[in-house]
């Protein structure tokens, strides 16, 4: 029926030739359908598997950061508490230097006394 309908629509030469080659015609557009299938779902196959593999790396590397962050977060905490213990520390050594040399009696002399000299000497 398809032989003799491309043969009416052909002519008798070309459309006997062309049903010679048609099935050749139809196994090699079979073989690259075939082919471009396979190349097709090979490169889907192919992107989702690297999609999912950085994905998964992406979320990993997230985490390792957030927790790097809060290991941080908390080191610089401990270190500001540390630090404002010192300050408070020296201001309380600076208060007390203070109301020692206020309380000096040879505060107004010229010459460092024994007690002036050891509050300087706490300085350092």
């Known amino acids: 029926m398809l032989v003799s309908f491309v043969i009416s629509m052909l002519g ?5 030739v062309f049903t010679r080659l048609l099935p050749y015609l139809l196994a090699v557009l079979a073989v690259v359908f075939f ?23 992406i979320q990993e590397e997230r985490h390792r950061q957030i927790e790097a962050n809060a290991i ?3 080191e610089a905490r401990q270190r500001q508490a540390e630090l404002e213990r010192l300050l408070d520390e020296r201001n309380r050594e600076i208060e007390d230097l203070l109301v020692e040399g206020e309380s000096d009696p040879d505060a107004d002399r010229r010459a460092i006394g024994a007690d ?4 300087i000497n706490r300085i350092r």
């Open 12 to 16: 008798k030469r070309l459309g006997v």
């Open 35 to 57: 082919l471009w299938w396979i190349y097709d779902s090979g490169y889907d196959n192919g992107v989702a598997d690297i999609e999912t593999k950085y994905q998964t790396a």
């Open 72 to 74: 941080a977060l908390e």
């Open 116 to 119: 002036s000299v050891l509050r």
